[in-house]
T-cell receptor, first 110, second 115 residues
């Protein structure tokens, strides 16, 4: 399974856009990219998933370039409640196990 | 719709004792997963059920861990006998087999402390 690399931590301020880039150089043709969010004392929560190009939902946008060797999660206008750990994961297919890395700890300041 | 629930939320046991963790997935979800995070480490996969069958148990650390999902509904994870290194947070997740099949819904976790 493709290994993912993402920043350990990022600081931001309320109202700003936060972009977290994840590298997955060895991604395979049948791999998908998904992002999860985890608050302290809670389980991870699905945010978004994609295969290529751009995906947007009510929470975030996911940008995937043509070579799919990286992806960028974009959180628009963050608030203090967006402080969490964000995980980038690559997985083979629905119903398969998720392989978590260290994630990116995002701290949103007032 | 009720989410994934786990019981207990926290368990403190002594080394050598037995503990059973329970997970109730979202109703109708055939896929059920167990993960755990031990102190300072990343979240690791333990095993995956499809209904009552073990689809993948490659992450189970050793034979002190036994997972069951009788009837394809709730699941239990028994640790017997518990060791100090088993301390950590055990997460359960479930996912459907139709519609939004790529999302895994996680429970809040059970924090296990072995002393």
């Amino acid at each position: 399974l493709a290994k993912t690399t993402q920043p350990i931590s990022m600081d931001s301020y309320e109202g700003q856009e936060v972009n977290i880039t994840c590298s997955h150089n060895n991604i395979a043709t049948n791999d998908y990219i998904t992002w999860y969010q985890q608050f302290p004392s809670q389980g991870p929560r699905f945010i978004i998933q994609g295969y290529k190009t751009k995906v947007t939902n009510e929470v975030a946008s996911l940008f995937i370039p043509a070579d799919r060797k990286s992806s960028t999660l974009s959180l628009p206008r963050v608030s203090l409640s967006d402080t969490a750990v964000y995980y980038c994961l690559v997985y083979k297919a629905a119903g398969n196990k998720l392989t978590f890395g260290g994630g990116t700890r995002v701290l949103v300041k007032p | 719709e009720a989410g994934v629930t786990q019981f207990p939320s926290h368990s403190v046991i002594e080394k050598g004792q037995t503990v059973t963790l329970r997970c109730d997935p979202i109703s109708g979800h055939d896929n059920l997963y167990w993960y755990r995070r031990v102190m300072g480490k990343e979240i690791k996969f333990l095993l995956h059920f499809v209904k009552e069958s073990k689809q993948d148990e490659s992450g189970m650390p050793n034979n002190r861990f036994l997972a069951e999902r009788t009837g394809g509904t709730y699941s239990t994870l028994k640790v017997q006998p518990a060791e100090l290194e088993d301390s950590g947070v055990y997460f359960c997740a479930s996912s459907p087999t139709v519609d939004r099949i790529y999302e895994q819904y996680f429970g809040p976790g059970t924090r296990l402390t072995v002393t």
